[in-house]
């Protein structure tokens, strides 16, 4: 369903397992970063309504996920720590265009944002499976649910917005892009690390 191009290497839970704190607070902050970024493409597309309708329970969607793992973090008595950067993210984010229309614009940022959701939805797929710990084993597969939607609705707003271009070529350019990338990561506790 997702397509991705490289998996993520099982013995990545195995680095989780070894931190915790780190990815709990890692994925706090990816959880914030998503809801923020279902806003900027509201604030940036608003003429469309169905969108803004759809993205608004999803930018809600994540705040609660950010909540939920925020409470995980308190009850095993860890801090939520600083904002971490999602180098991850930033490499991803250079496949999108510069100085095309708005239309173009918006398409990239939604193929941008469901590549990313597909990616976490991967990785929570594979530390619901292989975690030792039965609670996060537990929420992580909810939340690759809930991921998976996020996936879809990104990706099916760039296909009904997309007049004009090409978007499935896009996509795949994208895939193709974001397997280069993922070559470098799965490395350190990081949900995209």
Same mark, same amino acid.
């Given at each position: 369903m997702l397509n991705l191009k490289l998996a993520t290497d099982p013995r990545w839970v195995n680095i989780v397992e070894s931190n915790i704190? @780190?990815?709990? #607070? +890692?994925? %706090?902050? *990816? !959880?914030?970063?998503a809801a923020t970024n279902a806003i900027t493409i509201i604030t940036l597309n608003s003429e469309h309504t +169905?969108?803004?309708? +759809? &993205?608004?329970? &999803?930018?809600?969607?994540? /705040?609660?996920?950010?909540?939920?793992?925020?409470?995980?973090?308190?009850?095993?008595? $860890?801090?939520?720590?600083?904002?971490?950067? +999602?180098? $991850?993210?930033?490499? /991803?984010?250079?496949? #999108?265009r510069n100085?095309?229309?708005r239309q173009q614009s918006m398409v990239d940022r939604l193929l941008f944002s469901a590549m990313? @959701?597909?990616?976490? *939805?991967?990785?929570?797929?594979? &530390?619901? !499976?292989?975690?030792?710990d039965p !609670? &996060?084993?537990?929420?992580?597969?909810?939340?690759?649910?809930?991921? %998976?939607?996020h996936y879809t609705t990104f990706l099916g707003f760039a296909r009904k917005y997309g007049e004009g271009i090409d978007v499935e070529k896009r996509w795949k350019d994208l895939i193709e892009f974001e397997g280069e990338i993922i070559k470098n990561y799965g490395t350190s506790e990081r949900i995209h690390g």
């Open positions: 704190e @780190e990815i709990l #607070t +890692d994925h %706090a902050w *990816c !959880e914030q970063k +169905d969108l803004v309708t +759809d &993205l608004l329970k &999803l930018a809600q969607e994540e /705040l609660e996920h950010f909540e939920m793992v925020h409470e995980i973090i308190k009850q095993r008595g $860890y801090k939520l720590g600083r904002e971490r950067k +999602d180098h $991850y993210v930033n490499q /991803l984010f250079q496949f #999108t100085g095309g229309n990313i @959701e597909a990616r976490s *939805c991967e990785r929570f797929k594979l &530390l619901s !499976e292989r975690i030792k !609670e &996060l084993s537990k929420f992580y597969k909810e939340l690759m649910i809930s991921e %998976a939607g």
